[in-house]
């Protein structure tokens, strides 16, 4: 598609006017609303401990094995993007779980953004 008469076809002016003709609605979000960040970095980077660690995996040749690492990395990434230390809040959960229902009270009570979890999970709160 050529985006100007003047725009030289193929040149980088050229492919960035398409990107952003062809990418308006989505565009459109960022520019209207404050709250969107125009970078997807910080999505990136919670991807980049997969990306990095998949050579090592070897769970991850079934199905079920894929569902358990992407259960323990959605785990893991929930627990840093609030601000815990992953080990002691995965060490805490499981004690917390062992032995007991798992009732939606338990759930809201362990979950990362709970205020109810102890301050020493957290990487910057004192105890």
């Known amino acids: 598609m050529d985006v100007a008469p003047h725009t030289p076809k193929k040149s980088h002016l050229d ?6 003709i062809n990418n308006e609605k989505y565009l459109r979000y960022y520019i209207e609303d404050g709250r969107v960040k125009i970078s997807n970095n910080s999505a990136e980077r919670c991807c980049k401990s997969f990306v990095i660690g998949r050579k090592n995996f070897l769970f991850s040749n079934s199905i ?6 992407g259960a323990a990395y959605s785990i ?10 992953p080990y002691e809040y995965i060490e805490y959960i499981l004690t917390r779980m062992t032995g007991n229902k798992l009732t939606t009270d338990l759930l ?20």
Do not use: H, Q, R, V
């Not at 809201?108 to 105890?127: D, F, Q, R, T, V």
């Open 76 to 85: 893991i990434e929930s627990a840093k993007m609030n601000g815990l230390k």
């Open 64 to 69: 079920n094995g894929a569902k358990a690492s």
């Open 15 to 20: 492919t960035a006017m398409t990107y952003a």
């Open 108 to 127: 809201e009570k362990i979950m990362p953004w709970s205020e109810e979890l102890p301050k020493n999970l957290y990487k910057n709160k004192k105890a």
